[in-house]
């Protein structure tokens, strides 16, 4: 097998990582830590992360866990898997209760962050499981050309 068949069998391999978390203090640096060695892994495949993706990705875990740490009781997990030029985040917890996203206020302090998240995503959604809900978010790997 030549470097080149090598090279896009790596790109062609899934990757994905899973973390589950207590809702403890120190669960969003954990979380954000975990999006940046998701990506250093992402980019050793020889795939394009763009630095403003990387931002974003951790933005995004980082509220998404924070939410999960505020509001839900007991642990979370979260879900990192590269699909078709997205990262998929995927935060569990167990609280039933479904987000909403606020009306904007500039005035508000605080609870901005699923308006954030639904900014800066390609796509957001949020489902109720048997057990607390699923929240799923894509961001960008690469800026828009």
Sequence with gaps: MDGAARHED???????????????PGDIARGRELARKFLAGVREQGRTVSDRASDLLQL?????????????PGPS??????????VEVTVWDSEPVL??????????????????????????????EPVGK??????????AG
Aim: hydrophobic fraction near 45%; proline fraction near 3%.
């Design 10 to 24: 790596r790109l062609n391999e899934a990757v994905k990582v899973s973390a589950e978390y207590e809702g403890i």
């Design 60 to 72: 995004v875990v980082s509220e998404l866990l924070t939410n999960a740490c505020k509001y839900a």
């Design 134 to 143: 699923r929240m799923r978010a894509a961001v960008m790997l690469a800026d």
């Design 77 to 86: 997990l979260v879900d990192l898997e590269l699909t078709d030029g997205f």
């Design 99 to 128: 987000p909403v996203a606020e009306a904007t206020d500039p005035g508000r302090v605080g609870r901005h962050g699923l308006e954030i998240v639904m900014a800066v995503c390609h796509s957001f959604e949020v489902h109720r």
